[in-house]
């Protein structure tokens, strides 16, 4: 079972706001990834709330206590995949990643 | 650009010994990065292996690290998995990943991934 708690799945039509949430983070910061099956994983957000070049600013994140959430304002089409968070849990001496969130575009 | 290249058998019989090889191109294995493999089992999600840092220091996710054991080749900028006593559970697809150093480290770039199937 993954450390860190997302949805299985959430959905919106074209221009839609969707917010996927991460629960479990403790008081780590959050990074987030996009995959699509078949390619390569991609750096969505680090550190909370940052975006690397070349990521739409469509995409947003923020952190909350013991919560992270990614948040895709104006969904499109193309933003149709799997959502990944990532922190580390000195606990467990590792990296963990959440379970994955499927969003799909309606 | 950094890219990363997996490489290696597709097929390990249970009981073997799973192996791979990363080569990175457009930077070089000797840069302030640790090198990581993580792995997506079909339909499940992401699970970190483990790293490495060009000075030869590793980490292993303690659920793997009796049967993992990860090196590089600065000669050849590349670094390696190997992942012994294999069984069907170890069937998944093999990311290498550069692993950026922070607070908490993040991962950028990706390999493309590469499926490693186990099974007589």
């Known amino acids: 079972q993954p450390v860190l708690t997302q949805p299985p799945s959430v959905s919106g039509a074209p221009g839609q706001t969707v917010t996927i949430s991460c629960t479990g983070t403790?008081?780590?910061?959050v990074h987030w990834y996009q995959h699509l099956p078949g390619t390569a994983p991609r750096l969505l957000i680090y550190?909370?709330?940052n975006r690397p070049s070349g990521v739409p600013d469509r995409f947003s994140g923020s952190k909350s206590g013991t919560s992270a959430s990614l948040a895709i304002t104006g969904v499109q089409a193309e933003d149709e995949a799997d959502y990944y968070c990532?922190?580390?849990?000195?606990?467990?001496?590792?990296?963990?990643f959440g379970g994955g969130t499927k969003l799909t575009v309606l | 650009q950094v890219q990363l290249q997996e490489s290696g058998p597709g097929l390990v019989k249970p009981s073997g010994t799973l192996s791979l090889t990363c080569v990175v191109s457009?930077?070089?294995?000797?840069?302030?990065?640790?090198w990581s493999w993580v792995r997506q089992p079909p339909g499940k999600g992401l699970e970190w292996i483990g790293q490495?840092?060009?000075?030869?220091?590793?980490h292993y996710n303690p659920s793997l690290e009796s049967r993992v054991t990860i090196s590089l080749d600065k000669s050849k900028n590349q670094f390696s998995l190997n992942l012994t006593s294999v069984t069907a559970a170890d069937t998944a697809v093999y990311f290498c990943?550069?692993?950026?150093?922070?607070?908490?480290?993040?991962?950028?770039?990706w390999g493309q991934g590469t499926l490693v199937t186990v099974s007589s």
């Open positions: 990943v550069r692993e950026v150093p922070s607070g908490i480290n993040w991962f950028d770039p």
């Open positions: 457009g930077g070089s294995i000797t840069s302030n990065n640790w």
């Open positions: 490495i840092y060009y000075s030869g220091s590793t």
């Open positions: 403790r008081s780590n910061t």
């Open positions: 550190s909370n709330n």
């Open positions: 990532q922190s580390y849990y000195s606990s467990l001496s590792a990296s963990v």
